[in-house]
C-alpha cells in the first residue's frame, strides 16, 4: 500500500513539473527560432500559427506538418491582408492524438487552423539526423481552419473582355486581300 501512494505521489510531482515548465515556456516567434536558434535549442517554447500543407501520420505513433506564423496565416492577401513578405514556418511533430480532428491544413483557398502549440525547439536534432523542428507537447486550437472565397477583380474581368474584343479587331481589320471573298 505504501508503494502504490508511493507512486502516485512521484506520478502527481512529475506532471506537477510538466505542467509548471510549459505554464512558463517562452513565447516565440517562427522568426525568432529561425533567427536565434540557439537561444532556444531544448527550451519549451509556445508559438502560435496556421497549419499549412499536409498532416503526415507515421506508423509511430506521432504527425508531422508544418506551422506558420506569417502575416498570411491571420490576414490571407485575398481577403484584403496586406502583400508582405515570404512565408515563415517550422516543421513540428506531434503525438498523434494531438491531431486527430484537426480542421484540414491550409492551402490553396483553405485556411488551416490557428494554434497555440508548446513544446521543445530541437536545433540540429541528433535524434533525426540534424533535423530541426519543434517537439510539440501540448496544442490548443484558437481558430478552426476554414474556406477562403476568391472573387475575380472586376477590373480584371472588364480589362479582359477588353483585350478580347481588341484581339478580334486586329485580326479582322489586318486580313490580307486574297483571303477576303
Known amino acids: 500500500m505504501k508503494r502504490r501512494i508511493a507512486a502516485i505521489g512521484i506520478l502527481g510531482a512529475f506532471l506537477s513539473v510538466i505542467s509548471v515548465g510549459m505554464a512558463f515556456a517562452a513565447e516565440v516567434t517562427v522568426a525568432d527560432l529561425i533567427e536565434s536558434p540557439t537561444a532556444y535549442a531544448g527550451q519549451t517554447v509556445t508559438v502560435q500559427g496556421e497549419l499549412i500543407g499536409d498532416y503526415g501520420f507515421r506508423g509511430n505513433g506521432f504527425m508531422w506538418t508544418q506551422l506558420d506564423d506569417d502575416r498570411y496565416a491571420e490576414s490571407p492577401v485575398v481577403e484584403g491582408g496586406p502583400l508582405t513578405g515570404g512565408n515563415l514556418g517550422i516543421g513540428i511533430q506531434m503525438p498523434a492524438d494531438l491531431g486527430e480532428g484537426l480542421s484540414p491544413p491550409g492551402g490553396y483557398r483553405l485556411a488551416g487552423p490557428i494554434v497555440r502549440v508548446t513544446g521543445v525547439f530541437k536545433y540540429h536534432s541528433q535524434d533525426r539526423q ?13 481558430t478552426e481552419g476554414r474556406r477562403i472565397e476568391e472573387h475575380p477583380l472586376p477590373f480584371v474581368v472588364v480589362l479582359g473582355a477588353l483585350l478580347v474584343l481588341v484581339a478580334f479587331w486586329l485580326h ?3 486580313r490580307s486581300p486574297a483571303a477576303l471573298p
Open 130 to 142: 540534424g533535423e530541426t523542428y519543434l517537439d510539440v507537447e501540448a496544442l490548443e486550437v484558437v
Open 172 to 174: 479582322w481589320s489586318h
